[in-house]
């Protein structure tokens, strides 16, 4: 069975300053890993993907996450926030049948001034 | 451009009544799923289809039903039998394969009158 844990349901932090926020993962199948980010009242988008290959992964809106299969972990990076990254972020691991995703809880960024 | 079309973004239920969702999509994508989205609950999976004429529960089936006459539509019926349905309902496609993300609309959000 697959499962998502993120280790923090909010991180505040100033304007400008480096984020990252944590995800770890079970799984027993081929591991293929996502990073979701929703702005409030939407849907979500996609910020980056790993399937295979290097291990940093580089995404949208300047963000980039790290692929450890030791830790089973694929923290999500950011050197520098802005404001309009405050948002919900949901990291996902696939490789299911049916293309079926497995969610985290989320966890809430907010930037402040 | 391609996407998925969720509609109506809000959506108001009484008691006793069944609601249908809807969910279009035009990105020739094979596979559909319903979400259900509740405060620090994360994203659970309601139902899904890998193919037309074919659907399978998910995690929390109970109190909905779904149908797949067409490839582009997959419409979500929240029954009277679903008794906490207030909720932010969300459809996603993607093309089916278990490396593949998702791609999502922006959602329904669902009340209770």
């Known amino acids: 069975?697959?499962?998502?844990?993120?280790?923090?349901?909010?991180?505040?932090?100033?304007?400008?300053?480096?984020?990252?926020?944590?995800?770890?993962?079970?799984?027993?199948?081929?591991?293929?890993?996502?990073?979701?980010?929703?702005?409030?009242?939407?849907?979500?988008?996609?910020?980056?993907?790993?399937?295979?290959?290097?291990?940093?992964?580089?995404?949208?809106?300047?963000?980039?996450?790290?692929?450890?299969?030791?830790?089973?972990?694929?923290?999500?990076?950011?050197?520098?926030?802005?404001i309009s990254d405050t948002a919900e972020y949901f990291c996902a691991v696939g490789g299911n049948q049916g293309g079926k995703l497995i969610f985290g809880q989320g966890t809430e960024l907010s930037v402040k001034p | 451009d391609?996407?998925?079309?969720?509609?109506?973004?809000?959506?108001?239920?009484?008691?006793?009544?069944?609601?249908?969702?809807?969910?279009?999509?035009?990105?020739?994508?094979?596979?559909m799923y319903w979400y259900r989205q509740d405060p620090g609950q994360g994203l659970r999976l309601i139902y899904y289809s890998q193919i037309v004429n074919d659907f399978q529960k998910g995690d929390i089936a109970e109190g909905y039903s779904v149908s797949r006459e067409k490839k582009e539509s997959f419409p979500l019926t929240v029954t009277s039998a679903q008794k906490n349905p207030t909720a932010f309902y969300l459809c996603a496609s993607s093309s089916g394969g278990s490396s593949q993300p998702q791609h999502f609309g922006d959602g329904t959000r669902l009340s209770i009158l």
């Open chain 1, 1 to 82: 069975a697959q499962s998502v844990t993120q280790l923090d349901s909010q991180v505040p932090v100033f304007e400008e300053a480096p984020v990252e926020l944590r995800c770890n993962y079970s799984s027993s199948v081929s591991v293929y890993l996502f990073w979701y980010v929703q702005y409030p009242n939407q849907g979500l988008q996609l910020l980056l993907k790993y399937l295979s290959g290097s291990t940093l992964v580089k995404g949208i809106n300047g963000f980039e996450a790290e692929f450890n299969k030791s830790q089973t972990s694929f923290h999500l990076r950011k050197p520098s926030v802005h």
């Open chain 2, 2 to 31: 391609g996407g998925i079309t969720q509609s109506p973004k809000y959506l108001f239920r009484k008691e006793g009544q069944n609601v249908t969702l809807s969910c279009e999509q035009n990105l020739n994508h094979d596979a």
